[in-house]
């Protein structure tokens, strides 16, 4: 027994070494639910068939009842994992080759802020006064990313070419300037006040905001600007960049490029739910019913 969980730490440890940054963070993270998953099932991640698979994804969705996109996500690291496995002829053959993947909708099931709930949001931020709450929204379209915001260090501010700009580290590894504008850029710096250190983003105890403090946070701000909101989390700051910039006329590559989404299809499966409802015939009906009343 103890020598095949040495081979199945041996194992993850080979699949994760592939990953760096928040990449590695989060892989990790989807891959141990799925061994603990095993383990709660008395099952040996090795000796698991494609049956197996199959019942860990229906767990997924009826038990955890996760949206399709994460399903597939934790499905694709379990893909990947068993991949690395038959790679370094730990197994023969993947267990995860013909599991069947949950379909995926074309657009994203979580909605961005509109344009006046944005505001409402910055202005209630603007007069917290704690100045983490400013910072937070601000950064967050900004960068186009929630988990990116928490872990920028003031270390990663300076200037390029006349900009005030944040460097992001990204998938791979890759580092990418994020211009700043002269209101997130004053948010930042009134967050950092006369720090020369450590994490832009802090708690109330003075620690590195995580993305379960900013999400209470941006909970707390939603309240106060009178936004109703289903489930208000940092991802929805890159939902609400990602609509707003489309609003706002930029391109659909611009704003590909900006979200950093390797795919334009990624990026309109952020707008097009909006889309959805800004368009759906029920308005024209009621228009028409009133018109004629």
């Known amino acids: 027994?103890?020598?095949?969980?040495?081979?199945?730490?041996?194992?993850?440890?080979?699949?994760?070494?592939?990953?760096?940054?928040?990449?590695?963070?989060?892989?990790?993270?989807?891959?141990?639910?799925?061994?603990?998953?095993?383990?709660?099932?008395?099952?040996?991640?090795?000796?698991?068939?494609?049956?197996?698979?199959?019942?860990?994804?229906?767990?997924?969705?009826?038990?955890?009842?996760?949206?399709?996109?994460?399903?597939?996500?934790?499905?694709?690291?379990?893909?990947?994992?068993?991949?690395?496995?038959?790679?370094?002829?730990?197994?023969?053959h993947s267990p995860?080759?013909?599991?069947?993947?949950?379909?995926?909708?074309?657009?994203?099931?979580?909605?961005?802020?509109?344009?006046?709930?944005?505001?409402?949001?910055?202005?209630?931020?603007?007069?917290?006064?704690?100045?983490?709450?400013?910072?937070?929204?601000?950064?967050?379209?900004?960068r186009a990313a929630d988990l990116e915001a928490c872990g920028s260090n003031i270390a990663d501010l300076g200037e390029e070419h006349g900009h005030r700009v944040l460097r992001v580290r990204g998938k791979g590894g890759r580092v990418v300037l994020v211009?700043?504008?002269?209101?997130?850029?004053?948010?930042?710096?009134?967050?950092?006040?006369?720090?020369?250190?450590?994490?832009?983003?802090?708690?109330?105890?003075g620690r590195r905001m995580d993305r379960h403090a900013a999400t209470r946070r941006l909970k707390h701000l939603a309240q106060a600007a009178g936004i109703r909101m289903p489930r208000m989390h940092p991802h929805i700051l890159r939902h609400t960049f990602v609509t707003t910039m489309l609003d706002a006329g930029v391109s659909l590559r611009d704003v590909q490029i900006a979200a950093r989404h390797a795919d334009p299809r990624t990026t309109m499966r952020y707008d097009r739910a909006r889309k959805n409802l800004d368009r759906h015939p029920n308005y024209i009906l009621a228009a028409y019913m009133a018109s004629g009343t």
């Not at 699949?15 to 095993?38: A, I, K, M, N, P």
């Not at 997130?184 to 105890?205: C, E, K, M, Q, Y």
């Open 179 to 205: 211009p700043l504008p002269p209101a997130v850029a004053r948010a930042i710096d009134r967050a950092v006040d006369d720090r020369t250190s450590g994490p832009i983003l802090r708690n109330t105890h």
């Open 96 to 142: 995860a080759d013909y599991v069947r993947r949950p379909t995926v909708p074309a657009e994203s099931p979580t909605l961005g802020l509109g344009h006046l709930q944005f505001e409402a949001l910055i202005t209630t931020a603007r007069r917290s006064s704690n100045p983490n709450d400013f910072a937070l929204v601000a950064v967050g379209p900004a």
């Open 1 to 92: 027994m103890l020598a095949d969980q040495l081979v199945v730490r041996a194992a993850v440890s080979a699949f994760l070494g592939r990953y760096r940054g928040q990449t590695r963070v989060h892989t990790e993270s989807d891959l141990r639910v799925f061994l603990r998953w095993c383990a709660d099932h008395n099952l040996d991640p090795l000796a698991a068939v494609r049956v197996d698979i199959e019942r860990y994804v229906r767990w997924l969705q009826d038990v955890r009842r996760y949206q399709p996109s994460t399903v597939s996500r934790r499905l694709s690291v379990v893909v990947g994992f068993y991949r690395v496995c038959v790679i370094d002829a730990i197994l023969e």
